[in-house]
Structures are given as structure tokens and as C-alpha cells.
């Protein structure tokens, strides 16, 4: 069963610190990562896709990469704000299966 | 675009009732897809239409829940009857080469 993982649960850090959010996965046959944010209340918002053929992507403060080999991906954010505190979701796709992780709840304090 | 458009909102019903969703995908993209989230499962995937075809529905709970995509521009999902379990939020979402677009959401209570 391919199942994606997201630690920690959740993270509380300090405004202006780097920050890296860790999703791993159990298939490496993927054909995509992306990372999402979820805001309380609301949707998700597509941040960074990651198309298998591919290593990393990068939007403004946030850097994703993808080590298909090891079956992991990293959301680094840069300079954090207070306005980066949300739930952070990654999910991977193959041709049959999109699967999601339970996702990461940042909290970045002022 | 306005974006992937759900309706409606919210919505409180006993149960027993019928409930229908809707969405109305980002024009020009291919795949549709619907979602429940609830704080204890996660993010699950219901079902997912490719050019208004339904693709894999495994992910649907019961034969009380199913979906339709009678055309490009508009989906429903339906759950006949309720049950009080039903309760968590419901996403459409849609997508062109992969990248998925989620709408706001419809949240359901079933008492």
C-alpha cells in the first residue's frame, strides 16, 4: 500500500527562521509531487509541482525537491513569516493513484 | 478564470435526506477530481474524472455516495441517503498537466 508520511505533525518556529518540512513516500514509481498550503477554513492552494524528470522547483522564498531514490521531498522556506503559518500538504500522483499526507500545521511566531 | 467554483458552501442536512454538490471546474482542464477531508482521515480521493469519464472510483465510501460529469463545465456528487458520518468538508478540484486547483470547499453536517 503506498502510503506518504509528513513529519512532524506540527512546528512552531521563530519569524525570520529557515525552515525545511519533510514528506516521504513508500513508491518511487511516481509521476509527480506536489506541495500544497491549506490555510483554516479554506482550500488547498497548489504551491510547487515537481514532475518525476525533475529534481527540485523553486517559488520566491519556497524550494521543494524530490530524491525519488530515497522516496523523500523537502519544502524548504526561507526568511519565515508570520503569514507562512498554515497546514503545508504534500501528495504524489502515479497514473492511478493521487494519495496525500496528513500534512504538516506550521505556526511561525512573531 | 474565477477559479474551480463549488456550491454549495455549507450545507446542514438530517438524516435520511439526499445531498448533491457541485463544482464547476477551471475551463480548459481535463481532470476532475472530488475529495473529503475530515480532522481523522485526512484527505481521502473519492473519485476522479479524465475528459468527463469517470476513471477510478474506488475511493468512494458506499453505493450511497456517487458522481457524475455530464459535461466539461460541471460535476456533481451525490449521497443518498445521509448518515451522520457523511459530516466533513468536500473538495472539487481540477487540473491541466497534473497540477491540481482545489475549490473552497462545501461543508457538510448531517444530523
Known amino acids: 500500500k503506498q502510503e506518504v508520511t509528513q513529519i512532524p505533525a506540527a512546528l512552531s518556529v521563530p519569524e525570520g527562521e529557515n525552515l525545511v518540512l519533510n514528506c516521504s513516500f513508500t513508491d518511487s514509481a511516481i509521476y509527480n509531487l506536489q506541495w500544497f498550503r491549506q490555510d483554516p477554513g479554506k482550500g488547498l492552494t497548489s504551491l510547487l509541482l515537481?514532475?518525476?524528470?525533475?529534481r527540485e522547483q523553486t517559488s520566491g522564498r519556497l524550494n521543494a525537491s524530490l530524491d525519488k531514490s530515497s522516496g523523500r521531498s523537502t519544502l524548504y522556506i526561507a526568511a519565515s513569516q508570520p503569514g507562512d503559518s498554515a497546514t503545508y500538504l504534500c501528495a504524489f500522483d502515479r497514473d492511478d493513484k493521487i494519495i496525500f499526507g496528513k500534512g504538516t500545521r506550521l505556526h511561525i511566531l512573531p | 478564470d474565477a477559479g474551480v467554483i463549488q456550491s454549495p458552501r455549507h450545507e446542514v442536512t438530517e438524516m435520511g435526506q439526499e445531498v448533491t454538490l457541485r463544482c464547476k471546474p477551471i475551463s480548459g482542464h481535463d481532470y476532475l477530481f472530488w475529495y473529503r477531508q475530515t480532522m481523522m482521515r485526512g484527505l481521502e480521493l473519492l473519485i476522479y474524472f479524465n475528459n468527463n469519464v469517470p476513471i477510478d472510483d474506488s475511493g468512494m465510501p458506499e453505493d450511497r455516495f456517487s458522481a457524475k460529469m455530464p459535461n466539461a463545465s460541471f460535476s456533481t456528487l451525490k449521497i443518498q441517503p445521509s448518515e451522520p458520518r457523511d459530516s466533513a468538508v468536500y473538495f472539487c478540484a481540477s487540473s491541466y498537466l497534473r497540477e491540481q486547483y482545489f475549490g473552497p470547499g462545501t461543508r457538510l453536517t448531517v444530523t
Open positions: 515537481i514532475q518525476s524528470s525533475q
